[in-house]
């Protein structure tokens, strides 16, 4: 497999790929570094793949293990998740079908905008910077309960939205 054929059957999987580091380090710039660390040892590699299934296997491991690797050099204090857990997790990101993912993104920092301050704080506090429900709790003056159920309604909220948002999308239709 030459560089062009890598880069033709990765390139549609680099959002799901670049998600997935952040959602491991949390960073944005990291997770641009921890892909692009991982094209290189793909490039590196590129004589040994039997396959497009083959390679984007391969780069799904390497991406993972080389964000873990960041992880540890940080000193991160960040909860992985077991082997067999992601193992799940990057089948299901290969089986969803991504053609309207930048649609879906932009409708969701759409809804986002439409939410209240409290609410946009709340989300903010809880998958932008980090923090678990019952810290959010105490940073806000809140019961944890209170923030489960503020986020349940959050989500349902932006759930709806862009279902309105996303031409083609129909209620009740699934926006995962």
């Known amino acids: 497999m030459n560089r062009s054929e890598i880069l033709h059957i990765l390139m549609p999987e680099r959002t799901k790929q670049v998600a997935l580091a ?26 040994t793949f039997e396959g497009p299934r083959h390679l984007r296997d391969w780069s799904w491991k390497v991406l993972r293990n080389r964000c873990y690797e960041l992880v540890r050099q940080k000193n991160y204090h960040v909860k992985l998740l077991d082997e067999s857990i992601l193992d799940l997790v990057d089948a299901e990101l290969e089986e969803r079908d991504t053609k309207d993912f930048p649609q879906r993104v932009d409708a969701l920092h759409r809804c986002l905008e439409g939410l209240s301050e409290k609410s946009r704080q709340t989300i903010q506090m809880r998958y932008f910077d980090g923090l678990r429900g019952n810290q959010v709790a105490e940073k806000l003056g809140r019961k944890p309960d209170a923030i489960y159920k503020a986020l349940q309604r959050i989500y349902v909220t932006l759930a709806e939205c862009i279902q309105r948002k996303m031409p ?9």
């Open 22 to 47: 952040w959602s491991i380090l949390r960073e944005s710039n990291a997770a641009e570094d921890a892909y692009q660390d991982m094209l290189a040892k793909v490039f590196e590699n590129e004589n």
């Open 168 to 176: 083609g999308i129909e209620p009740g239709d699934s926006i995962s």
